[in-house]
């Protein structure tokens, strides 16, 4: 369409890099397929569930203060409970993040003396401060809670022997990351989380298992809950926020987990019965309903974005044709040059601040300097397109989300065309 190419051209993207990125698309339209099928599946998910609970007006309507008799969170958290096919649930805006979430989850039902088990590998950077990998105040290890670790085999499979092995009397709760995180090793699918979980289980089988689902809900028609995991955690502003939800985490999982759960983030005595919705209800139902398209959209946009960068000599975790299981792509770029370029592509084609010029920065949290590219309607939001890393080799920028395809598509567009300008990828033919 020649209308739509003198359009991306007047917004800096050159006739060659458009032309290429028809070239890619042109290729996974089957793949698109496939992902549309997913998201009907999840969406007549959500729907039921919603339907299911009599979801109406009254629901959406703003309580404060205690927030007692809190009517559309209560049935917001029976919805999310449906959904994950779990006994119970807790849906927050007073949890104010994805960390805040994990933190509640493992600190409300781990206690002093027992031990935490991480069976594969290192946890997501944000999450070593609160087990105490790094020294932090308020640590779980401050509190007298051990950490033990099982790295992945080379190959990225569970390392089941030393697994068996490190499971001991005092192992309480499992963590297992579904993401990749800021590594590159690759995201593992429900089913291989199944597959772990039934095997500490196996060897210990009154352990918790608690999944970091983040970036992982809707990509499957299954969840980590649907495999056995007693908790299921993750962010309102990746996923299952819908990019709707300005705040807020999710855990999902058996009653008594979950309950432990509420009396940590609000107090004990209280748990559940307290915490106003502060008219977030909308947003976070809304949100809810889309999240399915929007995931589908963002995992689009990564598989473009793989198709796109590989053949130009680019390693890409995963790789142009394998399999899904969250939406994050990273794109070893191999110079912190490389890096930069790229975030300015996606920060160029934002809705809200392209005019900004990412750059490397000390984030609290992080080891490493790090760098984002995110021109969001929610601050930090991303399930909105962005693309961040730690500047460290080799140089991945982990690139996700996209409210729609068509942003996502042409954040991926005008990134290939930094890169292009700073005469660090080369189109060839
Ligand atoms: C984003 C993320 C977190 C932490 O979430 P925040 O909302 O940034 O605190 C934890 N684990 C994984 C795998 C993540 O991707």
Known sequence: MEELEMLYQEMGISPAVYARGEKVLDALQTRFAAIDKVAEYNQAKV????????VSAACFAATTGYGYDDLGRDNLERVYADVF?????????????????????????????????????????????????????????EYGVTY????????GSFDYPAIREAINEKTKL???????????RPTFSVKQIGELIAFCKGVKPDVLVMVDNCYGEFVETIEPSDVGADMTVGSLIKNPGGGLAPIGGYICGTAQCISRCAYRLSA??????VGANLGLMPALYQGFFMA??????????AIFAANLYEPLGFRCVPNATESRHDIIQAVELGSEAGMIAFCKGIQAAAPVDAHATPMPWDMPGYNDKVIMAAGAFVQGSSIELSADGPI?????VYFQGGLTWFHAK???LMSLQKMVEAGLAVLGE
């Not at 729907?47 to 009599?54: C, E, G, L, V, W």
């Not at 033990?148 to 190959?155: A, G």
């Not at 399915?292 to 946009?301: I, L, N, R």
């Open 47 to 54: 729907i039921n569930a919603m339907q299911k609970n009599r």
């Open 85 to 141: 096919h779990t006994e119970a649930a807790l849906v927050r805006p007073q949890i104010t993040c994805g960390t805040h979430a994990l933190t509640v989850a493992l600190s409300a039902n781990l206690l002093p003396g027992d031990e935490l088990l991480s069976p594969v590998g290192m946890p997501y950077d944000t999450l070593q401060e609160v087990i105490g990998i790094r020294e932090s105040p308020c640590s779980l290890a």
């Open 148 to 155: 033990r670790q099982v790295d992945l085999l080379p190959d």
């Open 174 to 184: 499992i963590t297992i990351q579904r993401s990749k995180g800021y590594a590159t």
């Open 268 to 273: 004990p005595g209280l748990g559940q019965e």
């Open 292 to 301: 399915p398209t929007v995931v589908a959209g963002a995992e689009k946009g």
């Open 392 to 396: 460290r080799p080799p140089y991945a």
């Open 410 to 412: 042409l954040g991926i």
